[in-house]
């Protein structure tokens, strides 16, 4: 038997060595990993109950503060004072369930742990200094809140950009949710509070506006007239093409048709006063090909990490494989016609598609905020700003302790293009779709979109993008608005529905609201 | 092997005191490092030096004296190392329980009632040394012990028990409270090892159905208590210790494949049918799949250990009431939390000792019954403490079971220094006796 003791201690000896090996794992190999899980709220848990700075936005007014507990082990709970406005952007701060938003990105700040923070104070080491950091946003209360009351009870996500800087100046989803219910001290109550929101199907919880990404509808036609001057030789005013009222794609594949069966055609400017499908189909798959397109796209940022400064923002996408080279268009030609002036323009298995995404559809994805940083990036010359919420961070006696500098995040087209962008978007402001969105006093440009989701009962994304500022200046705002799942599908809906939200943005930006 | 041969003693070997002043010395650094652990918990969490430090100090060193005395008195040439590592690891459960019943807002003072369940253990300590004066005379009541390890197994079962989160593994009588389970497998340890005794030549020779009939009783046993208690981690243990009994007296390895295979089969049969055991299987493959119920133990158990590090956050400066059972079933993540990787290695450093301990008296019992007895003493508390621990940690999946003399519960204590103190009767049966034919009663 003696024999069979020894392999038994073998066999413990074995078991308790892979128990060992396991127990490294968890403490120290993969200890990191786990510590930064999203589930794992210790590290907010050493920051809840102390005291943290507050969360501000650009004109004072207070969104995150600390409150004194009288009782108990914890000394402090969060309150956010205006409720569920700056929800998805602050963030909260919960006992059981982690931080979110500002709370999260800006933990150490705002409990005031970092080194230099803690070593500012050394020098009174004497003095019981309070190190914690306030937080200033870039957010205009004025200009959120007319956000969230033009939009309504409507699902939907309004965004504002100063395209100079990338300030984010509002972003608003409704639904929304009250972070006051997640902060308070109460765990089964705080858990019950959570659990409701994760169960609620309009998912009140996702900031839609810069997590969710949506298809942009017509809205992308402005990337595609982008690289169509940048790229395609064409203008505003050459070439003029024929009145029709489809798309036939080559090689041959579904037809693109505009809406309700208009006919559309001319010259760009007037192509996107009319928002023509079948014109802008063409430019993507017969003037630009996919190479020109994917190129254009993914300057403007697509198909990139998404630059906010917020925790687990979306990446807006632009299809890039449309198959094996085929020919130039003009093996296409018919011999006797004249030569295309864009008869090299390569066509590919897949140019169908590629005419597709032209116009937003297909698999083109954007967040609200990417729609708004494209409208921005056109009305700043070009330069697509690095868009961010929080403009700088202060210690307690005032003083700035961090500042976020403007910075180009990518540049999207040439000055040039973008100029004659904003003329022709100027001009669906006054006389094309996006009407609405005029404000007098103000140079307005603007392009709707509305994003087909089905035709049972026919439902659409209503969507604007576009910018305001002085006449004869640069523009100060730009704006994305999505309205979702409304009902019709016709390209009015975008300037019916969301284009009077932007207005309403534009004008409390302005102070005229 | 020697060349001088030994003549038997007549009479007792005088007892050699040498293993008892290494004991004394292990307990009186196991006492150095308890108190200063105590003192430390509660600096770390209110930064003052308890209160109740001094009475505390005395208590132990009460209690650590008396028991140290009774071995000298009872098991005087006894291992050496056993009781100090069995202390260490009570000592250091107390002192978690303690730091952990200071964050209880409810009023129950799990530590007091550990402290009573402490003594009481040792007191079952000290008596079972004096009433088990002679290893083999367990060997007497072997059916006895049998029927009662199987009623105790499913005493539960009758409508004096109790289910307590989800496990029917409880039985209450008036105010006590106490899990029958874990003196049932004392009792199945002795039974397996008498009955194996006289089997075991049957068996070694041929193989007939009617002498598989024990192993097939033993799986339906541990397979009903599963289904019926609910109690994963009991029926692994006592299929196990009866595995590991049978491989070792019949030499065949075949019981090994055998008891393995069957386990599975159960297992599976358990899983498709149960869905507690489902909700087992799937919290130890994947516990993010479902964090707010299935995995929310295992994952704060995790995170638990993670935010310990190598040397742990400090005593009473972590977070370990946050995992569920912080006392019991997953005290082993709040030492890990609290002292980090070198106090949960210290803990599977003294639970090795032990089994080697135990495995050593094994190998130097000169009886069939008292090898068998060691074995599956060690066994015992080898394989619970790799269950726990091992559930804990996500290297098996999580069954309920307390990590012995560590975890708070008064059962588990008193019946885990029974354990012990058979350990150290055996152990020092053949210390005094080391060629002897006669067994001698300590005087």
């Known amino acids: 038997m003696n024999g069979r003791i020894r392999n038994l201690g073998v066999a413990f000896m074995v078991l308790y060595t892979v128990l060992f090996a396991q127990l490294n794992r968890v403490q120290f ?5 786990y510590k930064d899980h999203e589930g794992n709220i210790r590290p907010q848990l050493r920051a809840f109950g102390q005291e943290r700075g507050d969360i501000v936005t650009a004109d004072g007014v207070i969104a995150a503060f600390s409150v004194p507990v009288e009782a108990g082990e914890i000394d402090y709970r969060r309150s956010y004072p205006t409720d569920e406005l700056y929800a998805h952007v602050v963030g909260f701060q919960s006992l059981n369930q982690g931080a979110f938003g500002l709370e999260r990105e800006y933990n150490d700040e705002l409990a005031g742990s970092r080194l230099d923070q803690q070593f500012g104070s050394l020098k009174d080491l004497f003095v019981d200094r309070d190190t914690t950091g306030t937080v200033v946003m870039t957010l205009r209360d004025d200009v959120q809140r007319a956000a969230a009351d ?140 996919p190479d020109a397109m994917v190129r254009t796209a993914e300057k403007f940022g697509f198909n990139a990490d998404p630059a906010i400064d917020l925790p687990d923002a979306a990446g807006s996408r632009y299809p890039t494989d449309y198959g094996a080279f085929i020919a130039e268009l003009d093996a296409y030609q018919p011999e006797d016609s004249d ?164 207005r309403a943005v534009i004008e409390a930006a302005f102070g005229s609201g | 092997m020697t060349a001088v041969e030994r003549r038997p003693s007549a009479r007792p070997r005088v007892a050699s005191l040498r293993p008892r002043r290494v004991e004394l010395g292990l307990i009186a650094l196991i006492a150095i490092v308890v108190v200063s652990a105590y003192g430390l918990a509660s600096l770390g969490e209110s930064a003052s030096v308890p209160a109740d430090i001094g009475p505390f ?120 409270n106490f899990q029958p389970g874990e003196f049932a497998k004392i009792a199945l340890a002795i039974f ?134 912080a006392e019991t079933d997953f005290i082993f993540a709040a030492i890990g939390e609290e002292m980090g990787l070198a106090g949960t290695a210290a803990i599977l450093m003294a639970f090795l000792i032990v089994i080697g301990s135990g495995l050593r008296i094994a190998i130097r019992a000169t009886r069939p019954f008292e090898k068998l007895l060691a074995v599956g003493l060690t066994t015992l508390l080898g394989i619970q403490a790799f269950i726990i621990m091992g559930g804990v940690v996500r290297l098996i999946p999580l069954t309920g079971i307390t990590l012995p003399f560590v975890s708070y519960g008064g059962s588990a204590l008193v019946s885990n220094y029974v354990v012990l103190a058979l350990l150290m009767r055996l152990s020092h049966e053949q210390r005094t006796r080391p060629n002897a034919t006669e067994a001698v009663a300590p005087r």
């Open chain 1, 29 to 33: 190999v993969d200890a990191e990993d």
């Open chain 1, 150 to 289: 033009a939009l309504g009870e409507r699902n939907g996500s309004v965004v504002a950009i100063d395209p100079a800087t990338g300030d984010v100046l509002a972003m608003w989803t409704y639904p929304s949710f009250d972070p006051n219910l997640l902060s308070g001290l109460d765990g089964t109550a705080v858990n019950e509070a959570y659990r409701a929101l994760l169960d609620d199907p309009d998912n009140p919880l996702l900031a839609k506006s810069f997590r969710e990404v949506f298809f942009p509808g017509s809205t992308f036609k402005l990337v595609t007239a982008a690289a169509a001057l940048d790229l395609g030789g064409i203008t505003l005013t050459d070439p003029v093409w024929p009145e029709t009222d489809r798309y036939e794609p080559v090689p041959a594949g579904s037809a693109i048709r505009n809406f309700a069966g208009s006919t559309s055609g001319g010259d760009l400017l007037l192509a996107l006063q009319r928002s023509c499908n079948a014109t802008f189909a063409e430019i993507g798959a017969e003037w630009l090909g």
């Open chain 1, 339 to 502: 030569p295309l002036p864009n008869g090299d323009t390569p066509i590919h298995e897949n140019s169908a598609v590629l005419a597709q995404t032209a116009i937003g559809q297909n698999d083109v994805k954007a967040t609200p905020l990417h729609m708004a940083m494209v409208a921005a990036a056109i009305a700043n010359d070009g330069q697509m700003m690095t868009p961010h919420v929080v403009d700088e961070v202060r210690d307690a006696d005032g003083g700035v302790y961090e500042r976020v500098e403007p910075s180009v995040w990518r540049t999207s087209l040439s000055p040039f293009a973008a100029g004659q962008l904003r003329e022709a978007m100027v001009n669906v402001a006054v006389n094309g779709t996006a009407r609405a969105m005029q404000v007098d006093g103000l140079e307005v440009g603007g392009k709707t979109g509305t994003a087909q989701l089905g035709t049972t009962p026919a439902s659409s994304h209503a969507w604007v993008v576009g910018f305001a500022g002085l006449p004869g200046q640069a523009p100060e705002i730009a704006v994305a608005v999505i309205v979702e799942a409304q009902p019709g599908a016709s390209e009015q809906t975008g300037g019916a529905v969301a284009a009077p939200i932007a």
């Open chain 2, 57 to 176: 100090l005395a208590w132990m060193l009460g209690l650590f004296f008396f028991v140290h005395l009774a071995v000298r008195r009872f098991a005087a040439n006894a291992d050496p190392v056993l009781l100090p590592m069995a202390l260490l690891l009570n000592g250091i459960g107390y002192v978690m329980i303690a730091r952990l019943s200071e964050d209880v807002e409810d009023g129950s003072d799990l530590a007091g009632l550990q402290s009573v369940w402490t003594a009481v253990g040792i007191v079952a300590f000290v008596a079972t040394l004096v009433f088990v004066p002679r290893i083999r005379m367990l060997a007497q009541y072997r059916y006895l012990l049998g029927v009662a390890g199987l009623g105790l197994l499913a005493l539960p079962l009758l409508p004096i028990g109790v289910e307590i989160n989800g496990a029917r593994i409880w039985v209450s009588i008036g105010p006590v």
């Open chain 2, 192 to 325: 397996f090892a008498s009955y194996l005794v006289d089997a075991r030549e049957l068996i070694k020779t041929r193989i007939e159905l009617r002498d598989l009939a024990p192993i097939g009783a033993a799986w339906a046993a541990s397979v009903g208590v599963m289904v019926l208690e609910r109690d994963l981690g009991s029926s692994m243990l006592v299929f196990a210790l009866f595995v590991v009994l049978m491989w070792v007296a019949t030499e065949r390895t075949l019981f090994l494949g055998l008891g393995a295979g069957l386990f599975m089969v159960g297992g599976v049969v358990a899983f498709r049918a149960f869905s507690h055991v489902e909700r087992r299987i799937d919290g130890w493959l994947d516990p993010w799949a479902d964090p707010q119920d299935g995995g929310f133990q295992i994952i704060q158990a995790t995170y638990s250990m993670a935010e310990g590090g190598l040397t742990g956050t400090g005593l009473g400066r972590g977070e370990p009431d946050r995992v569920p059972f």
